[in-house]
Structure formats: C-alpha cells, structure tokens
C-alpha cells in the first residue's frame, strides 16, 4: 500500500539552528516525492519535488531534500532556520503507479523560537 | 492574477443544507483535484478530474458531487451537509508530469456545519 509517514507532529527549533524532518514513505514503483509547506491559514506551496537523478534536490527558500532509496526516506533539511518557516510541512509520495494520485503525510509543524 | 482561485473562502451552513464550493485554474492545466484536510491538518484526496473526465474517486460519500464545466473549472457539490463534513476544502491543478510534475493549490474553503 502507498502511504507516507511523518514521525515528528511538531518540531521546535530556535532561530538560526539547522532542521530536519523526517519523511518515510512507502511506495510500490519508483516514486516522485515532494515537500509541501503550509502558512497557517493558505493553501499549499511546493518547497522541492524528485523525480529521478540526482538524489540530494534543492528547493526554494534554502530547502534542500534528500532521496534515500535503502532507507525510503525523504528528509528535508535547512542550515539555518528563520522565523517566518514556522508553518506545517507535508511529505507526499506520487507517480505513475495509482494514476499519478498524490499520498500526503499527516504533516509536521514546526515551531521557530528566537 | 491568482493561479487557483476557490469561493468562498469561508462557509458557514447547517446540518442538512446543500452547498457548494467553486474552483477555477487560469493556468491551463489539464487535471484537477479536490482535497479534505481535517482538523488534525490530515490532507486527503477526494477526486481528480482531466479533461473534464473524473479518474480519480476516492471512498467519499455519494452526497459529495464534483462538476467540471470545463477543464479551467471543478466545483464541489455537497448534498445533506453533516457535522463530519467541516474541515477545510482545497482544490488543485496539476501540469506536467516528470520532473515538471507540480500541483498548484488554491487557498482553501473552510466548511464549518453547525
């Protein structure tokens, strides 16, 4: 069966630390993934997306991603992060195999002290 | 010049009451979905309609009806509103598929059934 799974429901971090969440997925065939941010209050925005390739993939906002095929892991990583990233993330796994139907986790939300 | 545009944006209705939710895409692609996130932020896919075609219908109750007049529009029609149907309604559009697959959100229709 397709699903992902978050660990973390909330993360805090302080200002200017470096973050990691934490995404596992599990996913029939070869699997587009994807990091999705959502501000309280407005839809979702992608942050990075994989498809095939290089398995470290940069995204907006100083995001970056790494694909771990051994460990189905999709990790989101930032050096340092700002105030205005607290928000909830979501890891989504898609491709071909399910009519391209996109499978989200059930989000983490980071809090940001300074 | 909003990319996925939902009205309302809040919608506030008693139980029984049959109510709709509109989306429409200037970005011209193809495929289109409506999304349920609940209240534990949990997003889960309900249809997917390309071309005006439905191809993806999720296990949703018979009294939530997608229409896509065109392939630029998808509403939501919700017969007989219960209490388990507040949560928050996004609709989406998707191009590509690949590495230029990105779905794009639209900012979300909060339901509140009383």
């Known amino acids: 069966a397709q699903s992902v799974t978050q660990p973390d429901i909330h993360i805090t971090v302080s200002e200017g630390a470096s973050l990691e969440l934490r995404c596992n997925y599990s996913?029939?065939?070869?699997?587009?993934l994807f990091w999705y941010v959502q501000s309280p209050g407005q839809g979702l925005q992608l942050l990075l997306k994989?498809?095939?390739?290089?398995?470290l993939v940069q995204g907006i906002k100083g995001f970056e991603a790494e694909f771990k095929r051994s460990q189905s892991s999709f990790n989101l990583r930032k050096p340092s992060v700002h105030w205005s990233d607290a928000a909830e993330y979501f890891c989504?796994?898609?491709?071909?195999?399910?009519?391209?139907?996109?499978?989200f986790g059930a989000g983490t939300r980071l809090f940001v002290k300074a | 010049d909003t990319a996925v545009s939902q009205t309302p944006k809040y919608l506030v209705t008693q139980m029984g009451n049959d109510k709709s939710i509109k989306c429409e895409q200037n970005?011209?692609?193809?495929?289109m979905y409506w999304y349920k996130q609940d209240s534990k932020k949990f997003l889960k896919i309900m249809f997917s309609?390309?071309?005006?075609?439905?191809?993806i219908n999720e296990t949703v109750p018979n009294r939530f009806s997608p229409k896509s007049p065109d392939k630029a529009h998808l509403n939501l029609h919700i017969n007989s509103l219960e209490l388990g149907d507040s949560a928050v309604y996004f609709c989406?559009?998707?191009?590509?598929?690949?590495?230029?697959?990105?779905?794009?959100f639209g900012p979300g229709t909060r339901l509140t059934v009383l």
């Open positions: 989406a559009s998707r191009t590509g598929t690949g590495s230029t697959d990105t779905q794009y």
């Open positions: 309609y390309n071309n005006k075609e439905l191809i």
């Open positions: 996913y029939g065939a070869t699997p587009y």
């Open positions: 970005l011209g692609h193809d495929t």
């Open positions: 994989y498809f095939s390739g290089d398995t």
């Open positions: 989504a796994v898609g491709g071909r195999s399910g009519g391209f139907k996109t499978i």
